[in-house]
């Protein structure tokens, strides 16, 4: 679990796109999740939107990637993205200003 707007991560972004990209260095299964709260595979480059606390189960081939939207509106919110591993070996990269977070944006 990924806190984003906690005193831990103090430059986050509220009414904004956070994108949020997973590489799959081997081929890999998992659940991705974001949430906002009041309270504190295919391998191509389209953007798949989350659903505020709906977990997206998801399957990528070996050195493909994902990627993903999440949209806030309130100030306010807490924002968490969850993403559990299942099987392979995937790694998950967020930023504010690039369409396709990796390890190099």
Not at 4 to 16: L, R
Not at 65 to 87: E, G, I, K
Not at 94 to 103: I, L, T, V, Y
């Amino acid at each position: 679990t990924v806190p984003i707007g906690s005193p831990a991560k103090p430059h986050a972004c509220a009414d904004c796109t956070y994108r949020i990209g997973v590489y799959a260095y081997t081929a890999s299964n998992f659940t991705l999740q974001a949430t906002a709260s009041r309270n504190g595979t295919d391998g191509t480059r389209g953007q798949r939107v989350l659903t505020d606390s709906v977990p997206m189960t998801v399957s990528l081939l070996a050195e493909r990637p994902a990627y993903f939207t999440y949209y806030v509106s309130d100030a306010s919110a807490d924002v968490q993205v969850r993403f559990m591993r299942m099987s392979g070996s995937a790694r998950l990269y967020a930023a504010f200003d690039a369409p396709h977070p990796s390890a190099d944006a």
